[in-house]
């Protein structure tokens, strides 16, 4: 990337990269990486990209030092997204929003930006990305103390994985639905979730 020169080609790689670095925690790097795609994605009308790298830049200076001035990064990701109805964009950008507003404890909020996530997975037939919204907005609600709406989402995700596979969002579930498990005395089923 160093040495090549500026295109569509390389705004991609450095948009991919700064993914990456930022899901390792590299978030300097990412957000150097996010810098060099957008200067070539923005001149050149790179919309997916720019959506893409907006994602990303915001996601990891909230990341890094809870600078909040991120969210606004992943809110423009998403009207970038959906003016190009780039199906993988706005997903993920949905997923970023919302566990970021949910770190920052504004579980009303989450629900709706995670509600917003889960109709466009549908629109698109995302079905993985239907069941990883259903799941977060289980774990709000077991924040929110809707106890049984929780179960009965982690209930179909264990359908979708008997169905279909493993999910991302298995660990997650599972070690929410322990607590639920526990606290309602249930301790056999919450040492089988915590086993899982």
Same mark, same amino acid.
């Given at each position: 990337?160093?040495?090549?020169?500026?295109?569509?080609?390389?705004?991609?790689?450095?948009?991919?990269?700064?993914?990456?670095?930022?899901?390792?925690?590299?978030?300097?790097?990412?957000?150097?990486?996010?810098?060099?795609?957008?200067?070539?994605?923005?001149?050149?009308?790179?919309?997916?990209?720019? +959506?893409?790298?907006?994602?990303? @830049?915001?996601?990891? @200076?909230?990341?890094?030092?809870?600078?909040?001035?991120?969210?606004?990064?992943?809110?423009?990701?998403?009207?970038? +997204?959906?003016? *190009?109805?780039?199906? !993988?964009?706005?997903?993920?950008?949905?997923?970023?929003? /919302?566990?970021?507003?949910?770190d920052m404890g504004d579980l009303s909020r989450s629900t709706?930006?995670?509600?917003?996530?889960?109709?466009?997975?549908?629109?698109? /037939?995302?079905?993985?990305?239907?069941?990883?919204?259903?799941? !977060?907005?289980?774990?709000? *609600?077991?924040?929110?103390?809707?106890?049984?709406? *929780?179960?009965?989402?982690?209930?179909?995700?264990?359908?979708?994985?008997?169905?279909?596979?493993?999910?991302?969002?298995?660990?997650?579930?599972?070690?929410?639905?322990?607590?639920? @498990?526990?606290?309602?005395?249930? @301790?056999?089923?919450?040492?089988?979730?915590?086993?899982?």
């Amino acid at each position: 990337l160093e040495k090549a020169e500026a295109s569509p080609t390389v705004a991609y790689a450095a948009s991919r990269l700064a993914i990456n670095a930022a899901l390792r925690g590299e978030y300097d790097q990412a957000i150097d990486l996010c810098e060099r795609a957008l200067a070539i994605a923005d001149p050149l009308g790179l919309e997916d990209i720019r +959506a893409h790298v907006l994602n990303t @830049r915001g996601m990891a @200076r909230f990341s890094q030092n809870g600078d909040v001035a991120g969210l606004a990064d992943i809110e423009s990701s998403i009207e970038i +997204a959906e003016r *190009a109805n780039a199906a !993988e964009a706005i997903i993920r950008g949905y997923k970023n929003l /919302g566990s970021s507003v949910t770190d920052m404890g504004d579980l009303s909020r989450s629900t709706e930006l995670e509600g917003r996530g889960i109709a466009a997975a549908r629109r698109f /037939g995302a079905g993985y990305q239907v069941v990883w919204f259903e799941t !977060e907005l289980a774990g709000l *609600a077991y924040w929110s103390g809707d106890w049984d709406a *929780a179960e009965e989402a982690f209930a179909r995700l264990d359908t979708w994985v008997a169905d279909v596979g493993p999910h991302y969002m298995e660990a997650a579930a599972h070690s929410c639905r322990a607590k639920v @498990r526990a606290a309602r005395g249930d @301790r056999s089923g919450a040492r089988a979730d915590i086993g899982s």
